[in-house]
């Protein structure tokens, strides 16, 4: 599959942000670190007036971010989790939302504790499982969350599917786009109403900034949206908009590296005696390979794998890798190894986790863009360790 399914994305996102300065035509967009923006005169203000509100090293990335995704309106938050929690701001306590049972396990925390406190209803459930899918839509949700690729364990949900489900009983459907970049999928274009991401990972893609952001498909919710993002004081800095815009220029060249390597990953792998069981949509024999290549752009580059042996082999993998940094977060250029039990998904209960899938011998890498050699010879001697 190729990256440049859109001839413009590439060029869209290299040109981000260029020719905004009419004062001084800086080529790159300035970075704007005023708090405050001041009045014409009496109750005549300018576009600006204060950077919760608006600012316009922000405007600007959330502008580009909405073209790349092809919706109406961007809103850029402080974190991914910022975003997670403003879509909350849509629900009322008897509302219903519906969440993957599989998903990230920050939202996963997010969602479940909010729920105790009566915030809203909540059902979690298997996405891909259509009798389930089927009853907890019979419960007419406000809002229904989708994450395709999962976190960690790449599960994929036909996405156009889905939405068409949820909206024949009118539930709005957001849909996390962390793992793919809009460069790899446009869920907008599939159908959803609202997608997120945290911006932490791919689209700044240097793992310096941690921020997120949501792109609307229609101007009325955007404006919802933003009014509400405002209002409880969410919104992304200056500083961190300038650093996520200036990654964003290579998003597209960055993946199409990023994905070549991962799929060298995945087939050196799958054959290997020191793994149980491999997570990777890219190989034909992924349960969701056939949806993921009718709605995504490429693979990505995150996979997950079951290491024989257990924690103990696990332990002894992570001890016997020089280049892979132990670390959670994924999406930077450099490689990244983790254990979502005790990492990315510890905010979920361990009988949660073992609902969803996730075991003490799953490893999930964010597989960087340094030399594939150097990534495989570094596999290659980890897992032998891993068997000793
Ligand atoms: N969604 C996914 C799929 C994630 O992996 C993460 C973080 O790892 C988040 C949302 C939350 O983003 P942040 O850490 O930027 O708050």
């Known amino acids: 599959m190729s990256i440049n399914h859109k001839s413009n ?17 800086a080529v790159v967009a300035p970075i704007h670190l005023s708090s405050t923006y001041s009045l014409k005169g ?23 971010i909405a073209d790349l995704e092809q919706g109406s309106v961007g809103i850029v938050t402080s974190t991914g989790m910022a975003a ?10 008897d509302d219903t939302v519906i969440i993957p049972h599989d998903c990230y396990g920050g939202s996963f925390r997010l969602f479940t504790h909010l729920a105790k406190r009566g915030q809203f209803k909540l059902i979690v459930v298997d996405q891909n ?10 419960h007419i949700p406000k809002l229904v969350l989708l994450e395709s690729p999962s976190n960690p364990l790449l599960r994929i949900v ?11 009983v ?9 793992f793919l970049s809009p460069a790899l999928q446009q869920p907008l274009t599939l159908g959803a109403d609202i997608v997120f991401h945290s911006t932490t990972k791919y689209i700044n893609g240097h793992s310096d900034v941690v921020g997120g952001v949501l792109v609307t498909k229609t101007a009325e919710l955007g404006a919802t949206l933003a009014w509400w993002a405002n209002c409880i004081g969410i919104t992304g800095s200056a500083f961190d908009s300038f650093l996520a815009l200036r990654g964003l220029k290579t998003l597209p060249v960055r993946m199409k590296q990023h994905q070549e390597n991962a799929l060298q990953v995945a087939n050196f792998l799958k054959n290997h005696d020191a793994i149980d069981a491999i997570y990777f949509p890219g190989l034909p024999e992924h349960k969701g390979h056939d949806i993921a290549k009718k709605q995504q752009f490429g693979y990505g580059a995150m996979l997950s794998f079951e290491v024989k042996g257990g924690v103990e082999a696990v332990k002894k993998l992570f001890d016997n890798l020089e280049l892979f940094t132990l670390a959670q977060s994924l ?35 964010s597989v960087g863009i340094e030399d594939i050699k150097d990534i495989l010879a570094d596999l290659a001697h980890g897992l032998a360790q891993s068997q000793q």
């Open 42 to 64: 009496f109750n005549e203000k300018r576009q600006f007036d204060y950077s919760r509100t608006g600012n316009p090293t922000r405007a600007i990335f959330a502008d580009v």
């Open 129 to 138: 499982d259509q009798q389930a899918l089927d009853k907890a839509l019979a």
């Open 9 to 25: 994305i590439t060029t869209s996102a290299v040109r981000a942000g260029i020719n905004n300065d009419q004062h001084h035509g």
């Open 170 to 178: 009118g539930a709005l459907v957001a849909v996390d786009n962390t």
């Open 331 to 365: 999406g930077g250029v450099e490689s990244l190894i983790s254990h979502p039990s005790t990492m990315t998904h510890a905010g979920m209960e361990i009988a949660d986790q073992l609902e969803a899938g996730i075991t003490q011998s799953l490893v999930r890498i």
């Open 84 to 93: 997670v929690h403003l879509l909350c701001q849509l629900l009322s306590v």
């Open 158 to 168: 036909d996405i156009e599917e889905v939405t068409k489900a949820c909206h024949r």
